[in-house]
């Protein structure tokens, strides 16, 4: 078992060779330490810039063995890591961070929201949904138009379909194949906004600046930093992620994802336990960025400061977008970052840029 601080020089391993791996490793290696990652395909954007990367699935008792060896501690870059792997690992000698606790709550819908529920954290209004009956006692409880939603899986609007109207439910229940679901309340919101946020493992917490995000077909589109909010919105903002990161005894950062109403006041759409598209802003516009945060948060040190050091529009480059980047790099407001992906395929996400202007503006 790890000793923390883990000093430079020590491995930390990944599950995920995507671009939050990649821009995780990248991190990690300014820090001094080694990567490996653990992903089931070859030549993965975040295997070229670690140390090592081993190819094999989540769920492979062989590769799992391979990476605890040689690694001090080990995280992961999406929160659809089988629970089987986390326990593999465990079992092995090694801590997984952030826990188990953290991906059984962000892997179902039902059990997220049931979790912020338990802990007073306010949400829309939520039934779980098993069978079309229950669909239909759900849609004459919570009314339509209502949000469903699978349980499991599912991001940048994948497996949803909205109810508009009650003779609607079993159709909508076909369009996500009849997976278990959960029906949520829509949620009327002047914007949407999201709060980064970290904790050691010493329970220290640090929240960065709150975003402002548009979205797009369900995909991010753009995130605007620091986000002009009231010290009333934003004292909200960081005691609902202060209260979700220590009910999890959560390590690592987190994005936790919020609707504004008219009246100020703050619902949790979802969090993820992992860094946020949310966050790439705090790249350039942060003395600390949110992956060199997680990356401390997982080694044991210290948290870094979160203060801003200019006002940040994010923005996804999607599919072909990517191909403008001799034009982008040609601005010299703008900081780009490529994931290293191959085929452009629309809807894909390639890259985002970071376009910079003075706090004040």
Not at 34 to 45: K, R
Not at 141 to 158: Q, V
Not at 215 to 233: D, I, N, Q, Y
Request: with cysteine; hydrophobic share 45%.
């Amino acid at each position: 078992m790890s000793t923390f601080p883990l000093p430079p020089g020590s491995t930390i391993g990944i599950l995920g060779g995507g671009q939050l791996g990649r821009m995780l490793a990248l991190a990690a290696a300014r820090l001094g330490f080694d990567v490996v990652i653990l992903d089931p395909e070859e030549n993965s954007p975040a295997g070229r810039v670690a140390a090592r990367q081993i190819v094999g699935a989540y769920d492979d008792r062989w590769s799992l063995k391979r990476l605890a060896e040689v690694c001090d501690v080990v995280t992961y870059e999406f929160e659809n890591v089988p629970a089987a792997t986390v326990a593999e690992l465990t079992a092995q000698g090694v801590l997984v961070a952030p826990g188990a606790k953290a991906l059984a709550a962000a892997q179902d819908r039902v059990v997220e929201k049931t979790f912020l529920a338990e802990i007073g954290v306010p949400t829309v209004a939520f039934a779980a949904v098993e069978t079309a009956d229950d669909l239909a006692a759900a849609v004459a409880r919570i009314g339509a138009p209502s949000l469903l939603k699978t349980r499991r899986e599912g991001y940048d609007g994948k497996g949803q379909a909205w109810v508009q109207r009650p003779a609607d439910a079993p159709a909508s229940f076909d369009r996500i194949g009849q997976r278990p679901a959960i029906l949520e309340a829509p949620a009327d919101f002047v914007r949407e906004l999201s709060v980064i946020a970290a904790r050691g493992r010493d329970g220290e917490i640090a929240c960065y600046p709150l975003s402002d995000n548009h979205h797009e077909g369900g995909v991010l589109r753009r995130t605007s930093a620091p986000a002009k909010v009231s010290s009333a919105t934003r004292d909200q903002a960081e005691a609902i992620a202060a209260r979700i990161l220590t009910a999890l005894e959560y390590v690592g950062v987190i994005g936790v994802e919020l609707f504004e109403l008219a009246g100020g006041k703050l619902l949790v759409n979802e969090f993820a336990p992992r860094v946020h598209n949310t966050g790439h802003w705090t790249q350039d516009g942060c003395e600390v960025d949110q992956f060199e945060q997680h990356i401390r948060a997982v080694a044991g040190w210290p948290l870094g400061p979160t203060a801003p050091r200019a006002h940040v529009e994010m923005t996804n480059l999607l599919g072909l977008e990517v191909d403008a980047w001799a034009k982008l790099a040609a601005e010299p407001e703008t900081r780009i970052h490529l994931y290293g992906k191959g085929e452009a395929r629309p809807g894909r996400k390639m890259g985002h840029v970071n376009r910079l202007r003075g706090l004040k503006d």
